[in-house]
């Protein structure tokens, strides 16, 4: 019974992680300039955050749900705000600043920590979770020990989907020359500052 929990979970945080949006462009971005540690590492930043929104579905801890839920519209205005920061970054990178921070460690606590937070900017996560470990636990009320088992399967079925993505995308990287890099950083900017445009939209009009 444990394993099969487990395995729902693990297949619903691959379903949740798998989906091309901006989390998922800048994992491939940053795999292409920096290689596939920090990309794999933006990628755990985003399996935490889905990881600590599956914990609140799973355990029901209704206040801080509830809070998350009633701070939806300033923190998806800061989240969509942050988007368009970072493909402004994009649109105005070098290729020698690029090469010159490959393989920097200093990169890899900013990398995890902007896409833990941009995840944790849609806080209407938190009812899908709620929703879908609901349905998974017949509305009965978790252990802490299959609660545990749930968050765990979600946190490693999302860090799987971007190991294999990095890892896939890292292949390419090394056939790239320096206009094709600065064309794909470009190319990701303007992407970003659309998903950036359509989260205001969507702001706006709620």
């Known amino acids: 019974m444990a394993i ?3 395995l729902k979970s693990f297949l619903i945080g691959l379903s949740i992680a798998a989906p091309v949006g901006p989390i998922g462009l800048l994992c491939i971005q940053r795999t292409l300039s920096h290689g596939a540690r920090i990309g794999f590492i933006s ?3 985003a399996a935490t955050a889905d990881a ?5 579905g799973a355990f029901g801890i209704g206040a801080i749900t509830r809070a998350f839920v009633a701070l939806a519209t300033p923190l998806a205005l800061a989240g969509a705000l942050f988007l368009a920061w970072m493909g402004l970054k994009m649109l105005r990178a070098t290729p020698p600043e690029r090469a010159a921070s490959v393989g920097d460690p200093v990169l890899a606590l900013p990398a995890f920590a902007s896409v833990f937070l941009l995840t944790l900017s849609n806080p209407l996560t938190i009812l899908s979770f709620v929703a879908i470990f609901a349905t998974l636990s017949g509305g009965e009320p978790l252990s802490g020990a299959d609660g545990g088992l749930m968050v765990l399967g979600v946190f490693c079925g999302s860090a799987l989907w971007w190991l294999t993505l990095c890892l896939a995308v890292s292949r ?5 020359g320096v206009r094709a890099m600065q064309w794909i950083d470009r190319g990701a900017g303007v992407c970003l500052l659309g998903f950036a445009a359509w989260q205001l939209v969507r702001v706006i009009a709620n």
């Open 4 to 6: 099969l929990l487990f």
């Open 43 to 45: 990628g755990l930043g």
């Open 52 to 56: 600590c929104y599956g914990a609140l």
């Open 172 to 176: 390419v990287r090394h056939r790239l």
